[in-house]
């Protein structure tokens, strides 16, 4: 069974980082592609950032495009979400998802989630 695992989060000041970690079991991770995703409060789900099988491609969201880092360690199954200059608005809980495709997507189509992980972004 495919568990997946959100670490890294906190309270954080504006300005500042933090990196999210995303740890992948009960599967062979091979093929599939990975994504980041965040809900805050009376919003939906939004998307974040994916990276390919092997790490090769990546996009990354609107929203966060050149502050956000979205890696994957093909080895140990673990996946990381380096967040920089940090806003109120990052403030939300942060979702890892598995696809069952090697390629990366910024719809709502992964198979397997983890549990989230509250980020808040203090002012």
């Known amino acids: 069974q495919v568990q997946l695992a959100e670490s890294g989060g906190g309270l954080v000041q504006v300005g500042g980082s933090l990196r999210l970690s995303c740890a992948a079991s009960g599967h062979a991770f091979s093929n599939y592609a990975m994504g980041w995703f965040r809900q805050a409060p009376g919003k939906e789900r939004e998307f974040v950032a994916s990276?390919?099988?092997?790490?090769?491609?990546?996009i990354i969201g609107d929203a966060v495009k050149g502050r956000f880092t979205i890696s994957w360690d093909n080895a140990s199954n673990m996946m990381y979400l380096q967040m920089n200059s940090l806003k109120p608005d990052d403030t939300a809980v942060y979702y890892c998802?598995?696809?069952?495709?090697?390629?990366?997507?910024?719809?709502?189509?992964?198979?397997?989630w983890g549990q989230g992980i509250q980020v808040t972004v203090s002012s």
């Open positions: 998802a598995a696809r069952k495709s090697p390629f990366v997507s910024r719809n709502n189509d992964y198979a397997y």
């Open positions: 990276i390919s099988w092997r790490g090769i491609n990546s």
